[in-house]
């Protein structure tokens, strides 16, 4: 499949799981490939697969909540590649705590990466995808859309992309560019390491029954980015994708 043959898709957290295993499916996909992260390590190792699988990539490292650095990026990757069709933002940081200790610090840091980072990136990307065509994939979360206890900050920065990719879907979408985002439910990458519950917390409130089980490694969220970003999804418009084996309860 070549869904993306002279495509151009910038990738933000590109390092690690999602964004690596979505960097891998474009590229297996004939895109030409934009990949940013903070992780300098880790971002050369994706790009270095992703040449390996034919891909050409520009990579920068570069952090999401820093204005300047987003629009050096975005600036660099138009000027590298001579266009964009596709931005995805996957760049994200998880914090869990009881509300009450919850310091300020915290809550100030996770929504600067995953919600003004994603609205910088938004930002700076539109002039370049008006003129192709092109379109978004945020990344949600499921905590956005059911009660998640511990995760007040990371839960209210999902909630904020949700709303953010509405908005976008109907301010941009008769100009002809689509946004949209994917809400993964539990996906076994390294931000799971983050995981911890407060002392005295009831483990019944987070282990929500989940129907399939199998499949909880990052390419199976990249599959549905790509499906998205894709032409296959040309009617496919503010839309919310959970990629989460189905959720019960
Ligand atoms: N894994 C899950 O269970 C899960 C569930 C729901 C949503 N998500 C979301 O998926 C996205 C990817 O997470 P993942 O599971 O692949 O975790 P991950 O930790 O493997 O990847 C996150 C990447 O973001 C990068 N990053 C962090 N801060 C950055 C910044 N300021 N600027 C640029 N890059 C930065 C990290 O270096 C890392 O490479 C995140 O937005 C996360 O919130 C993950």
Same mark, same amino acid.
Not at 98 to 125: H, K, P, Q
Not at 156 to 185: D, I, M
């Given at each position: ?51 390996? #699988?034919? *891909?050409?990539?520009?990579?920068? %490292? $570069?952090?999401? !909540?820093?204005?300047?650095? &987003?629009?050096? @990026? ?69 905590? #956005?859309? *059911?009660?998640?206890?511990?995760? %007040? $900050?990371?839960? !209210?920065?999902?909630?904020? &992309?949700?709303? @953010? ?77 959970? %990629? ?6």
């Amino acid at each position: 499949m070549e869904r993306f043959a002279d495509k151009v898709v910038l990738i933000t957290g590109a390092a690690s799981g999602i964004g690596r295993a979505t960097a891998e499916r474009l590229a297996s996909e004939g895109a030409a490939l934009a990949l940013s992260d903070v992780n300098a390590e880790g971002l050369e190792a994706t790009s270095e697969t992703c040449r390996a #699988a034919g *891909a050409r990539v520009f990579a920068q %490292v $570069s952090n999401v !909540a820093d204005e300047a650095q &987003v629009a050096d @990026l975005v600036a660099a990757a138009v000027s590298e590649h001579g266009r964009l069709d596709v931005a995805v933002n996957v760049a994200g940081i998880l914090h869990f705590e009881d509300l009450r200790r919850t310091e300020l610090a915290d809550w100030d840091r996770i929504i600067a990466v995953n919600l003004t980072g994603t609205f910088l990136v938004c930002r700076a990307v539109m002039d370049h995808l008006l003129p192709t065509g092109g379109n978004i994939v945020n990344t949600s979360s499921t905590s #956005a859309l *059911a009660g998640h206890p511990w995760t %007040v $900050s990371y839960s !209210a920065s999902k909630g904020g &992309v949700y709303a @953010l990719t509405q908005c976008l879907a109907v301010e941009f979408g008769k100009q002809g560019v689509r946004c949209n985002s994917v809400a993964p439910g539990s996906i076994l990458t390294p931000i799971q390491n983050e995981f911890r519950l407060p002392e005295g917390a009831d483990v019944k409130l987070i282990n929500r029954i989940t129907a399939l089980d199998e499949h909880r490694g990052p390419e199976t969220v990249a599959s549905a980015i790509a499906f998205l970003a894709s032409d296959d999804a040309a009617h496919v418009n503010g839309t919310c994708l959970k %990629v989460d084996g189905g959720t019960l309860a």
